[in-house]
C-alpha cells in the first residue's frame, strides 16, 4: 500500500488517522511558523540559506519520527525509520510552514530521500521573488556531454516480434491500432499448462491471468540444427530469441547466412530462468545449465548465426532492453560493431515468483496495468520477444537498408543515494532524459510523444509523469502538451522485454503517424495536478502532430526495479504519409564487377531494355515450409495489390523489388523452387500451384565440380543472343568489345551478322563472322554466369568452343581469343603473336576427353589446330568429367546440343547423371527471333541451377538496374511442442 498516496486520497479521513498526521503539527513547539521562516530565509544571504533549511528540517524530521536528537542530514529518511504515515505527516508540515510560497508534491522524500537532498531542493525552489534579498545565484547545471553530430544517428533497419496477441510486427500494429488488450485471463492456446502462470486450471485469477503468447512451448528445433532433448531442456527464452533474431534480420532484408564471421553484437535484456523453476519441479528431468544460463540466451544466437561481435546479456529487470539499446548504440558510435541485433525477452512462467511479486504489492488483482488512472494498482505481468537491428545511419544510408527510424539519443543512470533501491527517483529520471536529449541535440520541446515506463503503480507513475513534465515542459507551447501513453496496457508488463516493446510501438505509430489509444483510462489519477502540467494522457488515436519543419520525435523511458533508469530519443524517417506495413530501402544501382581488369564496373542502365521475367527463388528446411513459404508469398500479393507502393512504383517494379530482396536477403535451403514469372498473374499460378502440391522438391546436396562445355560452331541461328545484349550489360560489355576487335581487325560489323541486321555497306558475310560469332557469344555467356555466381572448375570445348572455354580459363584475353576463332577460315591470315598463359582451370579436350596438359598450350598455333577439328563432344568426355566429379554441366553456347548424351550417360558406378543446364535455348521455328522478354531461355537455366543447390548470386540478374529493399515474407518455422513433463509426483499446487 502506498500509504502517502493513500493518506492524500482520502476526502474524509478517519479521526485516528487524521489525528497520527496532524499530533505533532498541533502542538505548535516545533515548527516555525510560515511568516518566521519565511523571513529568516529572505533576511539570510544566499550562501547560508541551504544551512538553515538543513536545521529546520532536522528539527521537523525529529519531531515526526519522535527522535531523543537531531538526525544526521546525510542519513536517508527511510534509514532513519519513516515509514508512509510520517512521510505525509513531513510533508503537511512542511506545506504549512511554506504556505502559498510552495506546495510540497506527495513524492518529496521519495525524490530528496535525505535532508541535505531537500535542503539543496528547497533553497532552489525558495529562492524566487518571495524572498526579499539579493538575487540568488543559479544552482550549478548538471554537466552534459556536448550535443553531437546528425552523423552519430543510429539507424532501425529492422524489427521483429512476437507480443502477447501479436505473433509479428503487423499484427502488433493492427492489434494497438484497433486498441486491443491482449491480456488474457488464462493461456488461450492448447498445450499442458500445470502449474504454470497461465493455467486455465489455476484455482485463482491472480494466478490465470497475463499477456502471454501462443505456442511458447513450441520451437522449430530442426530449422537451427538442435535435437529435440536439447530444445526440451532449453528456456523458451533462448528459443524465442533465437526465432525473433532470425525473423529481424529477414526484415532488414539481411541474408543470416551473410553475417558469418561480422562483427556483429548482440544485446538482449534477459530475466532470469523461470523454467529453471519448472525443471526443479519436475525432479525428473534434471538441470540444464547451458539452455537455461541468461549469458547463453545470447550467446547462442552469436553461435547459431556465427557473429563475432559481443554478446552481451543485460539483467536489469524492467529496464533491462532499453539498456541494450544505449549499449548497443554506444557500440555501434565507438566502432565496436557494425551491426547489432537489440532486443528482450520474458517469459512468465513460475507461479512461485508470481506469488512472490504479488506479495510486494507489485501486480494487479485487477489483472490490468490501468496505467495514470486513479485505479492502478500495480501491473499484470506479460511475456514476449521484441528485436531490432541497429546500424550506423550513414552506413545504412549507403547501403539502402530499410530504416524505419533513427536513434538520436541513448542514455542510462542509476538512482544513486534515494528512498531505496526499488523506488523511482524524479530528479535521477530527469537528469537521464536531459542526457539523452544532449547526446541527440534536441531541444526538450521538439519532442513530441513520451512512450513511458508507466506500470500502473501508484508511486511511480506520478514520479515518472513529473520528472517528464519538468524536463519536457521546457519552452514547450501550451497548446501542443506532450503527449504519453504506455504500451502495458496493451500487452502487460513485459518486464526485461518492456522496452523494446515500447520502442517498437513508437516506431510504428511515427511510420503509420497515428499514436494509438492508451488504454484503462477513464479516471485520471488524483496525485497529480493534471491541469498544471503540460502532458495529456492520449486516450483516444491520435495523428502524430504535424511538424515540416522537422522530423517526428519520441522518447521512450524504462525504469528497473533496481534503481536503473534509461531514456531514448526516436526520431522519424521519411515520411509518415506511406501508409505500407513498412519502410523501402532506398533506391540503389546494382553495379556488377567487369569480367577482367581490361573493362570498367558497369554503373549505368543507360539504353538496356526492361527484364520482362523474374526469378522468384522459394526455399525451405523442409518440402512442408516451401509449401508454406508459397502460401505466404500469395498472401503477400493479395496486400501489395492494396497498398500504394513507395514513391508511386508501378506493379512490375514492386515484383521486381521483391524478387530482388527475396534473393539478396534471405538465406537459401536445401528444399528449393525457383518462380520465373512475367507479371503477378502467372506468379500467382505458379505459387498456387507450388502451395497446393502433394510435394514440391527433395533436398539438394551441395553441388559439386561444375563443368562448362562450349559449343562448336555448327549451330548458329538468326539472333542468338540479342535479347540478351538488349538487357544485360554484362553481355553488352562482352560483345560491345568483341565487336571493336573484330571491326579493327576485319572491318566490318559481327554484332550486325549476329543478329540477323544486313551490312549497311551492302558487303557479304565474311567466313570469319560464324566461328567469330559464337565465340563471342560464349564468351559472354561465360561471364553471365559468373555474374550470378557460377563458374567452372572444368572446361571442355569443341571447334571453336575450344577457344571459349581456354579464354575462360584465363589462357589467353578475350581480344586475342577472336582474333583466333577470326582466322581459322582463313589460312592466309596474318597470325598475330598472342600471349599464352597456363589454364587456370582443369581443360578437357573436347576431341580426345583427355585432360589437357599445359605443356600441350604452349602457343596460338596448338589453338588454331584444337579448335579447327571436333564439331560435337566426345563420348571420352564423360568419363573424364566423372572422373573429375563433376556433377554440373553447363552448356555454353548457341544452343542445347551436346548435353543429351552427358545427361543420358551414367556416370561412374551407376550414379545419376549430372545436371545438365543449356544456357540457351533456339526460338520454335528455325531462323525466327526469340521474344524479348524470355532472355533467350537464360533465365530457366538459372532457375534450375538455383533448384539443383547451385549457390546464386542473385545481384546480377539485376545488373544495371535501380532496385530497392521492401518487405517480403518471413520464414515459416515449423514450431512442435518441446517441455518439460511433470512426474505425477512433482506436479506443483
Known amino acids: 500500500m502506498d500509504w502517502p498516496v493513500f493518506g492524500d486520497s482520502l476526502a474524509d479521513k478517519p479521526s485516528i488517522l487524521e489525528d497520527l498526521l496532524t499530533v505533532a503539527a498541533d502542538d505548535g513547539d516545533d515548527s516555525s511558523s510560515s511568516e518566521d521562516l519565511l523571513a529568516q530565509l529572505s533576511a539570510t544571504p544566499p550562501a547560508g540559506r541551504e544551512n538553515l533549511l538543513m536545521s529546520f528540517l532536522q528539527r521537523e524530521v525529529q519531531a515526526v519520527l519522535r527522535l531523543p536528537s537531531t538526525p544526521d542530514a546525510s542519513v536517508g529518511f527511510f534509514e532513519l525509520g519513516m515509514d508512509s504515515l510520517m512521510a505525509v505527516e513531513l510533508r503537511n508540515r512542511l506545506n504549512r510552514a511554506f504556505s502559498d510560497s510552495y506546495v510540497a508534491p506527495n513524492t518529496l522524500v521519495f525524490d530528496f530521500p535525505t535532508i541535505s537532498d531537500l535542503a539543496r531542493h528547497l533553497v532552489d525552489v525558495l529562492g524566487g521573488a518571495e524572498l526579499e534579498s539579493a538575487p540568488r545565484a543559479e544552482p550549478e547545471p548538471v554537466p552534459r556531454p556536448p550535443a553531437r553530430s546528425g552523423d552519430d544517428g543510429v539507424a532501425i533497419i529492422g524489427m521483429a516480434c512476437r507480443f502477447p496477441g501479436a505473433p509479428d510486427i503487423d499484427t502488433f500494429w493492427r492489434q494497438l491500432e484497433a486498441g486491443d488488450d491482449a491480456v488474457t485471463n488464462a493461456r488461450q492456446d492448447n498445450g499442458s499448462w500445470t502449474g504454470i502462470v497461465g493455467d486455465p486450471d489455476a484455482g485463482e485469477d491472480a494466478w490465470r491471468q497475463g499477456g502471454f503468447i501462443d505456442g511458447i512451448d513450441r520451437f522449430d528445433e530442426r530449422f537451427f540444427g538442435l535435437t529435440p532433448i536439447s530444445a526440451r531442456m532449453m528456456d523458451p527464452q533462448q528459443r524465442l530469441l533465437l526465432e525473433t533474431s532470425w525473423r529481424a534480420l529477414e526484415d532488414a532484408g539481411i541474408d543470416p547466412e551473410e553475417l558469418k564471421g561480422s562483427r556483429t553484437g548482440v544485446y538482449a535484456g534477459i530475466s532470469a530462468s523461470e523454467y529453471r523453476d519448472l525443471m526443479m519441479m519436475a525432479g525428473s528431468e534434471g538441470l540444464n545449465y547451458l539452455g537455461t544460463a541468461s549469458g547463453m540466451a545470447v550467446g547462442a544466437v552469436a553461435f547459431r548465426l556465427g557473429l563475432t561481435g559481443p554478446a552481451m546479456p543485460v539483467m536489469l529487470n524492467c529496464a533491462a532492453s532499453l539498456v541494450t539499446v544505449q549499449q548497443a548504440v554506444a557500440g555501434l558510435r565507438q566502432g565496436e560493431v557494425d551491426l547489432a541485433l537489440v532486443g528482450g525477452v520474458n517469459a512468465v512462467l513460475s507461479s512461485g515468483l508470481t506469488r512472490q511479486m504479488a506479495a510486494l504489492g507489485m501486480l494487479s488483482w485487477q489483472g490490468r496495468c490501468r496505467t495514470f488512472d486513479a485505479a492502478a494498482d500495480g501491473f499484470v505481468r506479460g511475456e514476449g520477444c521484441g528485436m531490432v537491428i541497429l546500424k550506423r545511419l550513414g552506413e545504412a544510408e549507403a547501403d539502402g537498408d530499410r530504416i524505419w527510424a533513427v ?28 542526457e539523452a536529449l544532449s547526446q541527440a541535440g534536441v531541444p526538450p520541446s521538439d519532442i513530441d510523444y513520451l512512450e513511458a515506463h508507466g506500470t500502473g503503480s501508484e508511486l511511480g507513475d506520478p514520479i515518472e509523469v513529473r520528472a517528464a513534465a519538468t524536463v519536457y515542459g521546457r519552452g514547450r507551447e501550451q497548446d501542443r502538451p506532450l503527449l504519453i501513453g504506455s504500451v502495458k496496457t496493451n500487452i502487460g508488463h513485459l518486464e526485461s522485454a518492456a522496452g523494446v516493446a515500447g520502442l517498437i510501438k513508437v516506431v510504428l505509430a511515427m511510420r503509420h503517424g497515428v499514436i494509438p489509444k492508451h488504454l484503462h483510462f477513464q479516471d485520471p489519477t488524483p496525485h497529480l495536478d493534471w491541469d498544471s502540467l503540460p502532458v495529456r494522457v492520449v486516450s483516444e488515436n491520435t495523428d502524430w ?36 506495413t513498412g519502410p523501402d530501402g532506398a533506391a540503389r544501382l546494382v553495379c556488377v564487377p567487369p569480367m577482367d581488369d581490361a573493362a570498367a564496373p558497369l554503373q549505368t542502365d543507360d539504353g538496356l531494355a526492361v527484364r520482362g521475367r523474374r526469378i522468384l527463388p522459394l526455399s525451405g528446411k523442409s518440402d512442408a515450409s516451401l509449401r508454406k513459404l508459397a502460401e505466404r508469398y500469395l498472401a503477400w500479393l493479395d496486400d501489395a495489390q492494396s497498398v500504394p507502393s513507395s514513391e508511386g512504383a508501378a506493379p512490375d517494379a514492386v515484383l521486381s523489388d521483391m524478387a530482388w530482396t527475396a534473393g539478396m536477403g534471405r538465406s537459401h535451403f536445401d528444399h528449393r523452387a525457383a518462380v520465373v514469372f512475367a507479371d503477378s498473374e502467372s506468379l500467382r499460378g505458379d505459387l498456387r500451384a507450388l502451395a497446393e502440391a502433394d510435394r514440391i522438391s527433395e533436398p539438394t546436396s551441395p553441388a559439386g565440380a561444375i563443368a562448362f562445355a562450349y559449343a562448336g560452331h555448327g549451330n548458329r541461328w538468326v539472333g542468338m543472343g540479342e535479347a540478351l545484349y538488349g538487357s544485360e550489360p554484362v553481355v553488352r560489355m562482352v560483345l560491345d568489345r568483341c565487336e571493336e576487335a573484330f571491326r579493327e581487325a576485319c572491318g566490318a560489323s559481327l554484332l550486325e551478322e549476329m543478329f540477323g541486321r544486313p551490312d549497311p555497306g551492302g558487303e557479304q558475310a565474311h567466313p570469319q563472322w560464324e566461328r567469330s560469332a559464337t565465340y563471342a557469344l560464349e564468351c559472354a555467356l561465360t561471364a553471365l554466369w559468373s555474374s550470378v555466381g557460377v563458374q567452372p572448375s572444368i572446361v571442355l570445348g569443341h571447334g571453336v568452343g575450344a577457344l571459349a572455354a581456354a579464354q575462360a580459363a584465363g589462357v589467353f584475353g578475350l581480344e586475342d581469343g577472336l582474333l583466333l576463332a577470326a582466322s581459322l577460315d582463313d589460312p592466309s591470315a596474318e597470325q598475330a603473336e598472342i600471349t599464352v598463359n597456363p589454364p587456370s582451370l582443369t581443360m578437357v579436350s573436347g576431341v580426345s576427353g583427355r585432360v589437357l596438359e599445359t605443356a600441350e598450350l604452349r602457343d596460338g598455333t596448338q589453338w588454331r589446330q584444337l579448335a579447327a577439328t571436333g564439331t560435337e563432344v566426345s563420348d571420352d568426355c564423360v568419363g573424364t568429367l566423372a572422373a573429375t566429379g563433376a556433377d554440373v554441366i553447363v552448356e555454353i553456347g548457341p544452343d542445347a546440343v551436346s548435353g543429351t548424351g552427358i545427361e543420358a550417360a551414367e556416370m561412374g558406378g551407376g550414379e545419376r547423371p549430372p545436371t545438365v543446364l543449356a544456357s540457351l535455348g533456339r526460338p520454335s521455328g528455325r531462323g525466327l527471333t526469340p521474344d524479348s522478354n524470355s532472355g533467350d531461355g537464360f533465365l530457366d537455366a538459372v532457375a534450375a541451377a538455383y533448384e539443383a543447390g547451385l549457390t546464386l548470386s542473385f545481384k546480377g540478374l539485376f545488373a544495371g538496374e535501380t532496385r530497392r529493399r521492401i518487405s517480403v515474407p518471413d520464414y515459416p518455422f515449423e514450431r512442435r511442442r518441446h517441455w518439460i513433463r511433470f512426474q505425477d509426483r512433482a506436479t506443483p499446487v
Open 545 to 580: 502532430p504535424s511538424q515540416p519543419d522537422r522530423p517526428l520525435r519520441a522518447g521512450v523511458s524504462a525504469f528497473g526495479i533496481s534503481g536503473t533508469n534509461a531514456h531514448v530519443v526516436v526520431e522519424g524517417y521519411g515520411s509518415p504519409e506511406n501508409r505500407r
Open 407 to 434: 536513434i538520436r539519443g541513448a542514455a542510462v543512470n542509476q538512482n544513486g543515494v534515494s528512498a531505496g533501491p526499488t523506488v523511482p527517483n524524479g530528479p535521477a529520471q530527469e537528469r537521464v532524459i536531459d
